[in-house]
């Protein structure tokens, strides 16, 4: 096992909280990196115990702001499977379709940061003007670009008309063209090689062994996606592929997460093809009998977790929340040691936690004892530089 | 993928730890003593194929508290493996040596329930701010924050 | 006012550099932001720009409900910045913390811990409400020029109303 790395973990929120990190390094090469993101806890699973099913779901929404929709499902789910209720099929489609335009968005988000990560805003610039064509779609489908607010228990809140269905599905194949385009950018430019293959590898074992989930863990090749191992909504009915990679590098990372989009603009146009009729919610008890369940969803970053305990009144007993990004923390301390301090932000990025706006590197060098601050800014700035200069890109 | 595991096969090798249940269709229920939790926890790791752990769940359940180990592998059932710790004694042995990712679930519950767990490299404070009070552990379930107690933030004088 | 003061007023509307602090959000209002940055809102023909760091910004943007950890590094970005300086609180949040307000590690909103000059409501706020709210601050920054500072907008003009008298009986 290599020195011991503490990494610091997240807690609720998946992606974009200010993250500081510690490197303990000989000249370039990281030796151990220690990370502190608790910036962002807001004390969601205490308050979740005083609100009722109707007010927790806004709450809950908000854990995460990039994969809200997740969840929301992931919760009302759970609790829809103790009070034993059964979701028309309508609403089961239409979360399907809003989960997948999610993924797709947060792909596309985070294929944009990645490459800002290295420089190469151009790509940032166009793959978030593709992703307006999601945002789009997802306001039209639920009225909001951001935190839909779609979900409650039994149902969803919103009935898509017939127009608003056809508009997303006109969205699609351009969306299709410019996905495709992005794969062979990457698989071409001297920019996206040298950044990405060989950066932040995790062998298959390792993969498992630090308990990596999402695109993370299908790049080194491990082929578990919670749609397909536990099925939700309406996986077990449309046809998708679950993508894997064995690069195991950030380069395998960024197929694995293109692959995906391919995937749901694939889902997305099945659902919406296939929507069946009927209700889109359905009555619900009050309150939740005593039990015990464990909500497992496949969120854009990896397996998300809600273990809940209900006990026979309106509100949770316990609410605990484990985040794909929480899980895959300790994967990046251990993928970076060894590699250079200039990878760090490709790395980071790589799992996709949230934008670090605020994040700090103290900098601790073994060889000559020098203690140095240097903001994410910076970091990313050394490694452009760092490649520049060592391999011309 | 392999077929999914049955509740005699998982009762086959964990029965000596105490009840095995089916509680869901992928998801089996394993009781345990807190002495015993590594011992079940290899088990289910070496005999049953179980390579990946999913979450750490801690509850207060007003008379103790409980720890719930969820495993899955291959197979894609759920081995959930509780064990329950006194309430006046708030120790657990820590499995972070054999599950890497119990490092973080560990420090994390340590911050919120106040559960030592024994053995763990380094239970520094992770999920809470470095000016809470440390023997305050707000996911209890009889915690309430108290008047006049300073929970971090910007101080009353500072502003 | 002089003639640099002047320029250095004029270079501050028509160019205003911006920084973004993460004060403990969900990260919706941060990528609102950013996509006010990217080609459908492009908030840079405005000749705005986001900077990374505080020392170079005329506006501070905060989102977030400002956690506990984070309220300290958000008095030390605020104080970080040179004069004159305008902050503009993002969203439910930022106002008064939002749907988390009264949790146990939230401060409860960013006028809890400095200044602020605009509120954008949302949540999250659109792209085109966030560049409102962006000119909106650029007008405010113009009022204040002409009155010399902020001073005309802050000081109290009349004594607080009394406190009602105790109901007896």
């Known amino acids: ?37 608790a910036y962002n806890h807001r004390g969601i699973e205490k308050a979740a115990e005083s609100r009722d099913f109707v007010k927790v779901v806004p709450l809950l929404e908000r854990v ?7 969840h929301t499902t992931v919760f009302v789910k759970g609790i829809e499977e103790v009070m034993k209720v059964g979701v028309p099929k309508r609403a089961q489609y239409i979360r399907t379709v809003i989960a997948e335009l999610e993924r797709m968005h947060s792909h596309l988000l985070w294929l944009g940061v990645a490459a800002h990560e290295i420089g190469f ?3 940032f610039m166009w793959t978030w ?6 945002q789009d779609s997802l306001e039209e489908l639920t009225g909001n670009r951001v935190n839909y607010g779609i979900n409650e228990v039994g149902g969803v809140r919103r009935d898509p008309t017939d127009r608003d269905v056809a508009r997303v599905l006109r969205r699609l194949p351009v969306l299709e063209e ?22 932040g590898r995790l062998t298959r074992e390792e993969a498992l062994r630090y308990g990596t989930v999402g695109p993370t863990a299908r790049a080194s090749g491990i082929e578990y996606d919670i749609r397909r191992d536990d099925p939700y909504l309406a996986y077990d009915e449309v046809p998708f592929e679950v993508v894997t990679d064995t690069h195991g590098d950030v380069y395998g990372r960024t197929l694995v997460r293109i692959g995906e989009l391919l995937q749901s603009v694939g889902i997305v146009r099945h659902a919406l093809e296939n929507l069946p009729g009927g209700p889109i919610k359905v009555a619900t008890p009050r309150a939740a009998p005593r039990a015990e369940i464990l909500s497992r969803y496949e969120a854009p970053r990896g397996e998300l977790v809600h273990f809940i305990r209900t006990n026979n009144t309106d509100k949770v007993e316990r609410l605990d929340i484990r985040t794909p990004t929480l899980a895959n923390w300790t994967s990046v301390a251990v993928s970076l040691v060894g590699q ?27 060889e000559d004892r020098e203690t140095k601050t240097m903001t994410w800014e910076e970091l990313r700035a050394h490694g452009m530089r760092f490649y520049r200069e060592k391999r011309g890109v | 993928m392999t077929n999914g595991l049955t509740a005699q096969e998982v009762a086959a090798t964990m029965n000596e730890f105490g009840l095995v249940d089916q509680v869901r269709s992928n998801r089996i229920r394993i009781v345990t003593p807190l002495p015993r939790v590594r011992e079940a926890l290899e088990r289910a790791r070496r005999v049953l194929a179980c390579d990946h752990l999913v979450q750490i769940a801690a509850v207060d359940n007003r008379k103790s508290f409980e720890l719930i180990y969820h495993l899955t592998g291959p197979h894609r059932t759920v081995l959930s493996i509780a064990a329950e710790v006194p309430r006046d004694r708030p120790e657990a042995p820590t499995v972070s040596d054999l599950l890497p990712p119990a490092g973080i679930y560990e420090r994390q519950i340590h911050d919120l329930f106040g559960i030592a767990f024994v053995g763990h490299p380094d239970l520094r404070r992770i999920i809470l701010n470095e000016d809470w009070p440390g023997d305050e552990f707000p996911l209890r379930k009889d915690w309430k924050p108290r008047p006049n107690v300073f929970y971090g933030g910007v101080p009353e004088e500072a502003k | 006012m002089k003639l640099s003061d002047r320029l250095l007023a004029w270079a501050r509307l028509k160019s205003p550099w911006i920084t973004i602090f993460n004060s403990g959000a969900c990260n919706a209002c941060d990528i609102e932001v950013i996509a006010a940055i990217t080609p459908r809102f492009d908030v840079e023909r405005f000749g705005i ?53 009264g949790l146990y590690h939230v401060v409860n909103g960013v006028d809890q811990v400095i200044p602020v000059d605009v509120w954008v409501a949302g949540c999250p706020p659109r792209p085109d409400e966030i560049i409102d709210g962006v000119i909106t601050c650029l007008q405010l920054m113009k009022e204040d020029l002409k009155h010399g500072g902020r001073e005309w907008r802050t000081k109290r003009t009349s004594a607080p109303p009394a406190a009602p008298p105790e109901v007896t009986a």
Do not use: W
């Open chain 1, 121 to 123: 805003n151009t790509l």
């Open chain 1, 1 to 37: 096992m290599p020195e011991v790395v503490v990494p610091i973990g997240p807690h609720h929120p998946a992606l974009k909280e200010p993250v500081n990190f510690k490197v303990i390094a000989e000249g370039e090469l990281i030796v151990r990196l220690e990370i502190d993101i």
């Open chain 1, 340 to 366: 250079h301090l200039a990878d760090i932000p490709v790395v980071v990025a790589a799992i996709d936690p949230c934008l670090s706006c605020t994040s700090r590197v103290t900098i601790v060098d073994r």
């Open chain 1, 178 to 199: 410019r996905i495709a385009k992005y794969r062979r950018m990457i698989a071409h430019e001297p920019t996206t090689l040298a950044r990405f293959r060989g950066i």
């Open chain 3, 49 to 101: 720009l986001v900077k990374g760091t505080p020392r170079h910004a005329d506006i501070l943007i905060v989102t977030g409900p400002v956690t506990k950890k984070q309220a300290t590094r958000l008095r030390r970005i605020y104080d970080q910045m040179p004069d004159p300086k305008y902050v503009i609180a993002m969203g439910a949040c930022g106002a008064t913390g939002g749907v988390f307000r």
């Open chain 1, 64 to 70: 995460c702001g990039i994969c809200s929709h997740s």
């Open chain 1, 129 to 134: 003007r593709d992703r307006e064509a999601v």
